[in-house]
Structures are given as structure tokens and as C-alpha cells.
């Protein structure tokens, strides 16, 4: 599994060296879009329809705060909306681009 070895906030941009040698620049905002909590993509009941959630696909202004390890598997981002209940799972945040 390929592991972050170090992650940077460079302006409104998340820099992060993977263990592979890999670099991927994300910008705050669209990582905060990307948020894979429940509170942005709600949740499913038995039959399989959405609970919750949000519809809303832009958040101007937003900037990460700060971050911490979850396990061995994700990150977890704290952003300046109050945001931070979503578990980027490694293989979650390396599919969503960005990546030199």
C-alpha cells in the first residue's frame, strides 16, 4: 500500500509526498468537496435511498487547518468551515488527482 510520507499546506494547496516518490497538489477546496463524510454524501437506508447529505459542490474560501493520521489508512483534514468528519481513506485521496 502506498503511504503518505509527508504532507504540506502550501497556500490553499495540500501538498503530500507519497511513499512511492509520487507528489500530489490538492487544492483546499476541492478536497473539502470531496469530503467522503456522511455529512456530505448522506447516507443510505435499507433500500438503498439517500438519508441526509448535501448537494453542494463548491466551498470558496475554504482552507485546511490541519490534519491527522486515522489508523494506518486515511487522513483526516480539519478545515476552516468547521468541517472535519471525513476519513480520506490513502487510496480515496490519491483517486482524486493531482499527482506529478
Known amino acids: 500500500m502506498t503511504t503518505p510520507e509527508r504532507i504540506e499546506l502550501i497556500g490553499t494547496e495540500i501538498a503530500i509526498l507519497w511513499s512511492d516518490g509520487k507528489e500530489q497538489y490538492l487544492q483546499a477546496e ?30 470558496p474560501g475554504v482552507n485546511v487547518r490541519g490534519w491527522r493520521p486515522v489508523g494506518g489508512y486515511a487522513i483526516q483534514f480539519d478545515f476552516t468551515d468547521g468541517h472535519n468528519t471525513g476519513l480520506y481513506t490513502f487510496d480515496y485521496l490519491r483517486g482524486l488527482g493531482g499527482l506529478t
Do not use: V
Not at 463524510?37 to 463548491?58: F, H, M, V, Y
Open 30 to 59: 476541492a478536497l473539502r468537496a470531496a469530503s467522503p463524510s456522511a455529512e456530505n454524501t448522506g447516507e443510505r437506508d435499507l433500500l438503498g435511498r439517500r438519508i441526509g447529505g448535501t448537494d453542494q459542490k463548491s466551498y
